[in-house]
């Protein structure tokens, strides 16, 4: 089963950037349909952008502009740079395959917090 570890979260000012990276166990970037979710106190988890196979990207509204989601098929590596980040991107983030299959890993908790 392929585990996903996410990293590169923390506490960022309104208006900063972080990029979150994504691992996974076994070589399915180039494969599948990949995506980074974010599950926000209270709130269900939602898609925030998927990558196909191919190249092409596809983002929620909310962050359409502002994050970008690519991959390194080499480095078995998925990211999401964060910019222009306000409090409503507060949320663990997460990686799976789009749609999501199997396990979750722990995410990665991003702050937006002055």
């Known amino acids: 089963q392929v585990q996903f570890v996410e990293s590169g979260g923390g506490l960022v000012q309104p208006g900063g950037s972080l990029r979150l990276s994504c691992a996974a166990s076994?070589?399915?970037?180039?494969?599948?349909?990949m995506g980074w979710y974010r599950q926000a106190p209270g709130k269900q988890r939602e898609l925030v952008a998927f990558?196909?196979?191919?190249?092409?990207?596809n983002y929620a509204d909310s962050v359409k502009g502002r994050f970008t989601i690519s991959r390194d098929n080499a480095k078995n590596t998925m990211y999401l740079q964060m910019n222009s980040l306000n409090a409503e991107d507060t949320a663990v983030y997460y990686c799976?395959?789009?749609?999501?299959?199997?396990?979750w890993g722990q995410g990665t908790q991003v702050t937006v917090s002055s």
């Open positions: 799976n395959k789009h749609p999501p299959f199997g396990s």
């Open positions: 076994g070589n399915i970037f180039s494969i599948y349909a």
């Open positions: 990558i196909i196979s191919g190249g092409s990207t």
